[in-house]
């Protein structure tokens, strides 16, 4: 409708929410993040169940589940875009896994060294000892 001063006005009943971001948030989102941390969840449990010996493998799974959190949690904090108190958490859960998962790879890597030194220290004349 067009009013007289100039100025158009318009009435409706219909109800509309209005986010920051302009996309409401659908259950195909929730369902991804919750997937990422079932899939994260079943990497650790199978870290478990290696040896010390095949510590590769363990701080392989280790790593991949931390990452699979570390998405889970970057699409929560894309959800959660809404909130500045839920942003702000879920910042200082991607700066932990990030730590976290640098601490991971530091480990993996002084262990590997370690494995190859004595390798080397174990070495006889042509052959390696396994």
């Not at 290696?50 to 990452?67: A, P």
């Not at 959660?80 to 200082?92: F, P, R, V, Y």
């Amino acid at each position: 409708m067009f009013c007289f001063d100039g100025a158009y006005s318009y009435s409706n009943t219909g109800n509309y929410e209005i986010t920051t971001t302009g996309q409401k948030v659908s259950l195909s989102n929730i369902v991804i993040v919750i997937a990422f941390l079932v899939v994260g969840i079943i990497l650790f449990i199978l870290g478990y169940t290696f040896d010390r010996e095949k510590w590769i493998l363990k701080t392989g799974f280790y790593v991949f589940s931390l990452l699979m959190c570390l998405l889970a949690i970057n699409s929560g904090s894309i959800i959660a875009s809404e909130s500045l108190g839920i942003s702000n958490m879920s910042l200082t859960g991607l700066i932990l896994i990030i730590a976290v998962i640098s601490l991971m790879m530091l480990y993996l890597f002084i262990t590997w060294m370690i494995q190859t030194f004595k390798q080397l220290k174990n070495k006889e004349s042509i052959r390696w000892q396994y």
